[in-house]
């Protein structure tokens, strides 16, 4: 009885023995990179943040960069749904992992850091206007799908906007 009861303790040391031993333990101990912009990762030459492409010689901000058709769709404590269309236009920021985003919400400007094809705008203030939000490039649409809220006094809206590359 008591062989019948270590079975299954010594089943499962031995499968998590196994399963360990499978692991992949690649490092980057050996692996030099040749390419500008590469850097190991688990034993991989993969791209630099802020880097894309087959050579890694492209900037992951240049694809956000130009002028944009924006449908926005706004639930708003103060006016309810809203929506609203208007163009606004993406500019490199001051390093390769930021852009500028101009005409947001229609009137002023925000700063937006880029992860491959993410998008995010912490916490700021353009005046009196606190905003934050997030979203993806999807390229094969050339969109960005962007989420994000913004508040002003008493007023408070969450939105949704599509901005078309044009």
């Given amino acids: 009885?008591?062989?019948l009861l270590s079975l299954p303790l010594i089943l499962i040391?031995?499968?998590?023995?196994?399963?360990?031993?499978?692991?992949?333990?690649?490092?980057?101990?050996?692996?030099?990179?040749?390419?500008?912009?590469t850097v190991c990762f688990q034993g991989q030459c993969v791209c630099a943040a802020g880097f894309e492409g087959p050579n890694c010689d492209t900037y992951s901000f240049e694809k956000f960069v130009g002028n944009y058709q924006v449908s926005e769709n706004c639930e708003n404590t103060l006016q309810g749904?809203?929506?609203?269309?208007?163009?606004?236009?993406?500019s490199s920021g001051g390093n390769i992992s930021t852009v500028v985003i101009n005409s947001f919400l229609g009137f002023g400007s925000v700063e937006a850091t880029i992860i491959g094809n993410e998008i995010f705008i912490a916490s700021q203030n353009l005046?009196?206007?606190?905003?934050?939000g997030f979203g993806e490039f999807l390229v094969n649409q050339r969109q960005i799908r962007l989420e994000y809220s913004f508040s002003r006094g008493?007023?408070?809206?969450?939105?949704?906007?599509?901005?078309?590359?044009?």
């Fill in 127 to 132: 005046g009196a206007t606190t905003v934050q």
């Fill in 13 to 37: 040391t031995l499968l998590g023995v196994l399963f360990w031993s499978s692991c992949d333990k690649q490092t980057c101990e050996n692996v030099l990179c040749n390419g500008n912009n």
């Fill in 81 to 90: 749904n809203t929506n609203n269309q208007y163009n606004m236009f993406i």
């Fill in 154 to 166: 008493s007023e408070y809206a969450e939105c949704t906007a599509i901005m078309t590359k044009i």
């Fill in 1 to 3: 009885m008591k062989y």
